[in-house]
């Protein structure tokens, strides 16, 4: 069975620090892309970061650039979004993609959590 599972999310005052695991199961990440997306109440899903699975090249939206951090553990079949200088603009629930194509295609989502930057 394959999944997705986040975790590392909660409430965090402005200025603070979270670290978002995604823990994948019943598939192995190396060659996936992973990506991290966010959504925030009445807005659309967005892209966060992303990691490449050849290489580890990396991208991030503008507005987290210089403030999170993307990362894979292949060995622990795990992807990491480490956020820092969190801002109110950041609450949302941030889910875990990860995506393969070659021949197929393969699109996998987990179940997001909630990261909540208030005072």
């Known amino acids: 069975q394959v999944q997705l599972v986040e975790s590392g999310g909660g409430l965090v005052q402005p200025g603070g620090s979270l670290r978002l695991s995604c823990a994948a199961s019943g598939f192995t990440i190396g060659r996936y892309t992973m990506s991290w997306y966010r959504q925030a109440p009445g807005k659309e899903r967005d892209l966060v970061a992303g990691i490449g699975s050849v290489g580890g090249s990396t991208n991030y939206a503008d507005s987290v650039k210089g403030r999170f951090t993307i990362s894979r553990d292949n060995a622990k079949n795990t992807v990491y979004l480490q956020m820092n200088s969190l801002k109110p603009e950041d609450t949302a629930v941030y889910y875990c993609?990860?995506?393969?194509?070659?021949?197929?295609?393969?699109?996998?989502w987990g179940q997001g959590t909630q990261v909540t930057v208030s005072s």
């Open positions: 993609n990860a995506v393969y194509r070659n021949l197929v295609v393969r699109n996998y």
